[in-house]
């Protein structure tokens, strides 16, 4: 068996400079949440030309793919990629070396398919991370339920096996009173405004009584027409996050409450608008982490300081909550950089990016072989995503 990884080792590292070139291209070539037409189409190339048999536009969501190579009856391990950017930003989250260390790894296990344990190896490409919710689509559509467990990298600051990620909820409030001149016949208006304001008064002071884990953030999208008219509509948009489902549409009512109180404290009517994609949190599977970690090491990663409150959220929380499924950070960037920057952004395409990316690969291919070479494993992560 330390034969097998340490080809695939080395199939990593032949392969370097090719994925290192991809990752600059994907780089190079900013595409938004389900416009990654190009970064889907050179990631499925790549894996049709390392072997996979590649499906585009599964699920119906046209920049999402999926490679496959099976080698008999056996376990299904899913390794996914995101490369959607960010608007007006780039690839400042990185997801460029999230794609290709994914096809990296599954390059690598093509490298010695007749060496490798009956099974499917999957490498699926899950668009619109950031805010669009593609991995929720490809759940809808059916798309991880014959894979076992799955596993994806993100890049950061430092390496860390497992990060917790909130679930996150998005509501949009639309106030409607009436409009009137401002000076000559204000109280002939209703201000919606001023129930805009009062919501983020009343979310100001519902922030004491929460939990400090959780996180309550909101803009004004609509606050007026001109400061001579009383303002007849008013928007506003806020993210709500816990670590619990539960807690979180708890403090989502709450966070409505406030709204509610708000509008008729104005007079003013109110539009409650739960968007789509709601995120759910990262739960962590010990037996996937465990392999991670043991593997980790062999590609040279070593594990940084734990930074409990730098808490974000993803879709991939919501592919936890379905089937076994973990998101080690890898460092890709020098310690201290703060994701969705200008430093990070230029920080994905560095000589340490290049090196997390190859590392990456190596440890998602080695952990895919030991979940095929021992089913067992398959089997006890399973059970330990039921009792979670
Ligand atoms: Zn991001
Ligand atoms: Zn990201």
């Known amino acids: 068996m330390g034969t097998v990884k340490d080809a695939i080792v080395q199939a990593v590292d032949r392969l370097a400079d090719e994925l290192d070139a991809l990752s600059h291209r994907i780089h190079d070539h900013p595409e938004l949440g389900y416009e990654e037409v190009e970064a889907c189409g050179w990631l499925g190339d790549f894996l049709s030309s390392k072997g996979f048999a590649v499906e585009t536009g599964i699920a119906g969501v046209a920049t999402a793919f999926r490679g496959t190579i099976e080698t008999g009856p056996g376990p299904t391990i899913a390794i996914l990629c995101e490369y959607d950017a960010l608007p007006g930003l780039g690839h400042a989250c990185g997801h460029n070396v999230i794609a290709t260390s994914g096809v990296g790894a599954g390059a690598a296990l093509a490298a010695v398919k007749g060496q490798l344990p009956k099974g499917r190896i999957q490498v699926i490409g899950t668009p619109a991370e950031e805010g669009g919710g593609g991995k929720v689509k490809l759940i809808d559509g059916g798309v991880f339920e014959k894979v076992d467990c799955a596993m994806m990298i993100h890049g950061f600051d430092r390496t860390l096996l497992h990060q917790d990620l909130l679930g996150i909820v998005r509501v949009n409030f639309d106030y409607t009173g009436k409009a009137s001149h401002a000076s000559a016949d204000p109280w002939e208006g209703v201000n919606a405004l001023d129930a805009c304001i009062q919501t983020f008064n009343a979310v100001s002071m519902l922030r004491q009584q929460m939990r400090p884990e959780c996180r ?47 509008a008729r404290a104005a007079g003013v009517e109110l539009k409650v608008t739960q968007r789509e994609n709601v995120y759910e949190p990262l739960t962590s599977n010990p037996v996937l982490l465990d392999l991670f970690a043991a593997n980790m090491k062999t590609a040279g990663l070593t594990e940084g300081e734990p930074i409990p409150d730098r808490l974000g959220s993803s879709d991939i929380g919501n592919v936890s909550q379905v089937i076994p499924a973990i998101q080690p950070m890898v460092a890709i960037a020098p310690l201290g950089t703060a994701i969705h920057s200008r430093d990070f952004l230029e920080a994905a395409v560095k000589p340490l990016a290049r090196a997390g990316l190859v590392a990456a690969a190596k440890t998602m291919a080695m952990t895919t072989f030991d979940l095929l070479a021992e089913p067992a494993l398959v089997d006890k992560a399973k059970q330990e995503f039921a009792r979670r």
């Open 216 to 262: 309550i953030h909101g803009i004004i999208t609509n606050g007026g027409a001109a400061a001579n008219i009383i303002p007849e509509h008013a928007s506003a948009t806020f993210l709500v996050r816990a670590p619990k489902i539960d807690a979180m549409w708890a403090l989502y009512r709450r966070v409505v409450a406030c709204a509610e109180g708000a």
